[in-house]
């Protein structure tokens, strides 16, 4: 379907600058991939300098941008925030491919189970007993529900997901492929014949809105609950370990690890390769920088990096006085040269 | 199953301080969530203080706890080891669930595989031509045995697992979901045609008691085994690369990197997020705490931190230094100046 | 099948030293698992001590090494680069084993999927509509190939891959177990509602000869391509994040993470849990030691550790300095009071 850019405006809520100009739009790609027709995506932001270039190669009919993005050669639709824009426009031009309501006939779903009608179960799917799929809930191909598992309205099992018993997904959440919720905490304790298991019977449980990455490994609590509340995002490669809390609206981003029963406040961020150690609290609107380990509880609005982590701006100031630790070191055996010299005299 | 305090005392072997009371046990629970009638657990060590705060308010009748902790204010099964009674109760009120025998009728096994009657072989299992599962043994949902692979007895892999042709498990091991065992070696060799793939023909070899996280990867060997020794527990998202060793009873906690061909002797911890070189060799009773990387081999009972790992006395040394090494530069700016000052004149 | 030394020299294409010997050869093993009418490997770099040990012990009846050693105690076929010999050698004396070609009957094949009849789709796979299988190329156990997706000549999907819709695979490429391939990239922006996703609607194109380890993460692109070029190696767990771009012939070793929009050029090494910051470019040749992480743009040829990245001399003096750091403390320390002695006096 296609739209004049006046319409699109009005139809993604933005803010026309048109230039006088009123192109028929049809679709949306990147600068350099764009045909005549289509619109593209102006970042004002990160990769600023490329799409910089990149403008100058485009032949986008118009853009989305910023509105604090000015002399664009385009006619622009611009928002306040252009990713929401982008958003918006990838929704109506790209929208997602979704099957027919069913059970596929290859799937296995247990008599004792409850599916929804309007939800869908892809090919070669598990749904065992007493485990209860809600409406328009999807499980894609390959994704085992384990017995007494739930997913919630709208919620999405990708493919090859394991969801273990007795867990359960909240509503409108995604779980991308490879991801594991509730395999067994890493619960050992030392005995004469060895590390002896101690059972892990609690379960995990996810809010609403979550979305959780490809590969992700969540951890079933000892005894209660391992808990990722709604409205967070956590990236690929993840590790939460057992009795882990995650607040509302954070972001866990790709190969962090959280140990054992630490709790992550609301509206927390965890950069990439981050890590905390067990039992500890990062307080609410914190960041720990990539790389960053918390190994003791953080009060709300911490910016920490490094390891142990430090605040940013400390840990700034060492690693730029570290870069300078070898000639440090020169330095100081000359200053001692020089004062034995003068001792001498 | 109820049972009165001093009875349940007897069947976890513990010691009773029933300051006068025996109440009717009918559950286990965490501290915060326990009803009357319910007995919890009180750490003594890690996380103690939370607890202590929790035993305000908990409903619950009586605890589980080390011989150690004193003053608790309800009546108290007592071990040496609080965790090993704390095993021993989740076992006896929350028993692992267990299907009955035989091969689900949506599971493929080939003609040729041997499946002991005992088995247990979920649905859209795979176990392929020439592989063995033996008494008890589990293969959950959506798990693949590849051919000519064996499963011991006892031994479960969990939905979505994947054990390699050839590959072999132990008795009583456990392998979590979505882990991979027997993926190849990463071995490349260069040529003028680029990267030449050097085959990876071994295999891998899990002993028993064996227990293996989620999302793990294990790749076989190029020639010969990658083993993991009896007792050892690896945790979520570790890679061991080909022709690795790991010994008995060791702990490798998530995230943690291996490198081909090293070996790691008995009873070793390898922290969350360590890493080794490859080709070396970790003494028995080693540690290497979070986020090391061991890049030499190190003797028997190193305890060791940072990159590349010292031992770990020295490292918190550096780590305390740090902290000082702006300041330390800015004071030799002034000595320098001092010096100079005083030369001159 | 067997073969006199001589012949196996020229059919691997090696240089003979036969040391005046011409055993029959019937296979291949590591050095003290060989039995005597087996060739065995050689290593004259890593490794090359502990071979030396075991060259000791072997039973072997020949071996397999580079020109460059010397004073062997066996007939030796000689190689510039002894890997290329040891591949081939693997080949012949345990060459792969392959399925007979066709549709395992409990695999689902979409009706409008294209399988070439040569093509081996294994038992519980999924290929959904509109997807491409191309001649000879390999599905295993419980992979899973959405619609709209490829998997060009000769290629491999290892048992329980996810290849996500409209995802593309070259030719010759090995995709390892576990792995997923067109997972959500992770695109949000904060809104007063929380974060709003930005729909990720692009793909993930694989080239030719490429190979992917187990467990590993490939973002699909917000919009347009994420890309690994030909004949690029990736060891397990990585992170590859959404419009990445990976040149030709590229090692990534196990467990790196790649943010998002960051180029990595041709010929670039990763070594094992090192990162990249997004919206950067690794020019080609460069080399990112061991936990490196790369935080600007690096020019071609590079080689770099640390975090934040330095030239890899740099990072190793400062490396030595930090372990003397403490002692400078002190040091410092000393002189100030020597100083203020003097100025005193």
Chains 1, 2, 3 share one sequence.
Do not use: W
């Not at 929401?84 to 069913?102: I, M, Q, S, T």
């Not at 590390?195 to 951890?219: F, M, R």
């Not at 920088?289 to 701006?313: M, N, Q, W, Y």
Request: neutral net charge; proline residues 5%; contains cysteine.
């Amino acid at each position: 379907m296609n739209y004049p850019l006046d319409k699109l405006a009005k139809v993604l809520n933005g803010q026309l600058n048109d230039k006088g100009k009123n192109p028929e739009i049809s679709g949306i790609a990147p600068l350099l991939e764009a045909k005549p027709g289509e619109i593209s995506f102006f970042s004002d932001g990160v990769g600023k300098q490329k799409h910089l270039e990149e403008l100058k190669q485009t032949k986008a009919s118009a853009l989305i941008a910023s509105e604090k993005a000015v002399d664009l050669p385009l006619p622009t639709i611009c928002f306040k925030n252009a990713y929401v824009g982008l958003a918006r426009a990838l929704e109506l031009f790209r929208p997602e491919y979704r099957p027919k309501p069913g059970i596929h006939p290859t799937a296995f779903v247990d008599e004792s189970a409850e599916v929804h009608p309007t939800a869908i179960i892809g090919a070669h799917a598990v749904v065992e007993a007493g485990s209860i799929i809600s409406e328009e809930a999807r499980i894609d191909s390959g994704a085992v529900v384990e017995r007494g598992a739930s997913v919630g309205k709208r919620s999405r099992l990708c493919s090859n997901v394991t969801l273990r018993f007795g867990c359960t997904i909240g509503e409108d959440s995604i779980i991308h492929s490879g991801t594991v919720i509730g395999s067994d905490g890493f619960g050992f304790t030392p005995t004469s014949e060895g590390h002896l298991k101690i059972p892990q019977t609690g379960n995990v449980e996810i809010g609403n809105k979550v979305e959780i990455g490809a590969n992700v490994t969540i951890d079933r609590a000892t005894m209660g609950k391992t808990i990722v509340n709604d409205g967070t995002k956590v990236d690929n490669l993840v590790h939460l370990a057992h009795n882990v809390s995650i607040g509302k609206n954070c972001l866990i981003i790709a190969q962090v690890g959280i140990s054992g029963s630490t709790t992550i406040e609301d509206n927390v961020t965890l950069a990439g390769q981050a890590g905390t150690v067990g039992h500890i609290t990062i307080g609410k609107d914190s960041i720990v920088a990539a790389r960053g380990v918390a190994t003791e509880d953080l009060p709300p609005g911490s910016i920490v990096s490094g390891f142990p982590c430090k605040p940013h701006s400390e840990e700034k100031k060492i690693m730029i006085a570290l870069r300078r630790l070898p000639e440090l070191i020169k330095k100081v055996r000359e200053l001692e040269n020089k004062i034995d010299q003068k001792v001498e005299k």
